[in-house]
């Protein structure tokens, strides 16, 4: 098992779900009813960027050659063990055997090779589609061996292998797998109620019949806050990974619920759109990050479960250098900044918000934080849809909250068209250079430097390293107790 470093944000549509039997949740030990705040799109999780899409799919329909545990080591999944060479470029994995698709169709070299070159395809929409496309040779030596070389070397490519948007699927139905999915995973579709639920069924043809204890699961789709509780409470829900934190207090001294605190590799930003004027001006934007007090963001979004951040790292994850003193509370710096700026007070800004508490909820303490030092933000709400159109898509914001829970996404400040527009030749020749550093001394130092690199030019505000609350029945287990990636392992559960 190997150690790996623990990486846009949760994104669909959500809405008020139909009543589910409470005697689904409370007297069916072969079952689980488990909700969700957003409902995600498609079941396909290499073509879009909502992270809800695996939080239903991944482990459960679909596999890939690795698994990320809740501690962030990795271990075999599709792939029995690999092999890496000196230089650490190319990788020979050993593929398990008598696995197949849920359709019947056999698991082999061909299908992962089929799935990486279609992930890395020109025409992809596989938002991790950079690591697929710097695989420069994919060999199918024979069914159960295969070799990638990568142009470049990646110190994180086995937990990337392990990552929703490295799912192996079956070529013949991978063209439907939104809404039709097949993998070789434990669990199987059995339907979908849009704007309600998705149901899982324990698929009869997994490998290992023993693997999993719970034969079905419904994903309940639960956007309100005060729903969320109520279902809880009602025993229509069984387990709440990541519910509104001001729904905690009313759980923690119940005898029939468990409350887990995780660990988490968000972060939770105040993005700022670096193109526009006269947010391209780092004076501006320093501006911003100084108006803020991160510590009264993190009780009014996120009801205190929180930790500040200075830069797009969070504590716990390797290499982790404290930035928060770079653009500190100060909102009489903030003032001569933007005086120093050229900037005219009132500055009118809008600032876009999408569904989840912690944006709406903190969209109002940072738009009252901002018109203290001349800034007016008008808030604008959205649903994710919208916000995936046209924040992440068109570009069309100022200013926006979100968390991005990927553990590895340093990546994203490389790419000149990434809808925050962040281009820095300096980022790039560090980033470089961490990528390629073999030694983990060496790449520990460069990801501190672009820590700082990334506070000092203040292209976002950072706010906060959010700690994510689950509730549970409490003679539910296995639940995951961190969370590097955002999973549902529905095959860990059982009833005690």
């Known amino acids: 098992m190997l150690n790996r470093r623990t990486v846009l944000t949760t994104a669909a549509l959500a809405s008020l779900p139909l009543a589910l039997p409470q005697a689904l949740a409370q007297n069916r030990k072969d079952s689980v009813v488990l909700a969700m705040t957003l409902e995600p799109p498609g079941l396909d999780p290499t073509a879009g960027a909502a992270s809800a899409i695996a939080e239903i799919t991944q482990y459960n ?3 890939t050659l690795t698994k990320i545990n809740s501690d962030g080591t990795v271990s075999p999944l599709l792939a029995e063990g690999w092999e890496v060479s000196p230089d650490l470029r190319t990788y020979t994995f050993k593929l398990r055997r008598g696995v197949k698709f849920q359709n019947g169709e056999p698991f082999n070299a061909q299908a992962v090779k ?4 279609r992930a890395g395809a020109e025409k992809s929409t596989n938002k991790d589609k950079r690591t697929f496309s710097s695989m420069d040779a994919i060999q199918a030596v024979d069914d159960h061996t295969l070799v990638i070389v990568n142009k470049e070397l990646d ?3 086995l937990f990337l292998m392990g990552q929703a948007t490295a799912i192996i699927v079956e070529p013949k139905s991978a063209d439907t797998n939104a809404t039709k999915p097949v993998g070789t995973g434990p669990y199987k579709l059995d339907s979908w109620t849009k704007g309600s639920s998705v149901t899982l069924s324990k698929w009869d043809g997994y490998r290992n019949p023993s693997a999993a204890k719970i034969r079905r699961v419904t994903f309940r789709f639960i956007a309100d806050p005060a729903a969320q509780v109520a279902a809880l409470l009602a025993g229509d829900v069984d387990v709440f990974p990541r519910v509104t934190p001001r729904s905690v207090p009313q759980f923690t001294d119940n005898p029939k619920f468990q409350v887990l605190l995780s660990g988490s590799r968000a972060k939770t930003i105040l993005a700022i759109n670096n193109k526009k004027k006269p947010l391209d001006d780092v004076r501006v934007r320093r501006a911003i990050a100084a108006a803020i007090d991160r510590k009264a963001v993190i009780q009014g979004a996120g009801d205190g479960y929180g930790v500040p951040i200075g830069s797009h790292y969070v504590p716990g994850a390797f290499g982790y250098v404290d930035t928060t003193s770079v653009n500190p509370y100060n909102p009489e710096k903030a003032k001569a900044l933007l005086k120093e700026a050229g900037v005219t007070t009132p500055l009118e800004l809008t600032l876009t918000l999408p569904p989840p508490p912690y944006a709406r909820q903190g969209g109002e303490v940072i738009a009252s934080q901002l018109a203290k030092v001349g800034i007016t933000a008008k808030l604008q709400n959205v649903e994710w849809a919208q916000w995936l159109s046209g924040t992440y898509g068109a570009k069309n914001y100022d200013l926006t909250i979100v968390s991005h829970v990927e553990p590895f996404d340093l990546g994203n400040f490389d790419k000149p068209d990434y809808y925050w527009g962040y281009q820095s030749p300096k980022f790039k020749d560090l980033y470089n250079k961490y990528k390629t550093s073999p030694r983990p001394a060496d790449r520990a130092k460069l990801v ?20 994510w609350v689950t509730v549970a029945n409490k003679n539910l287990r296995g639940l995951w107790k961190d969370m590097p990636i955002f999973v549902n392992d529905v095959s860990a559960l059982s009833w005690a």
């Open 61 to 63: 329909i679909y596999e």
């Open 114 to 117: 089929f799935s990486f070159q």
């Open 448 to 467: 501190g430097e672009i820590q700082r690199l990334l506070a000092e030019d203040s292209v976002h505000a950072f706010l906060y390293q959010p700690q």
């Open 155 to 157: 110190p994180d490519f």
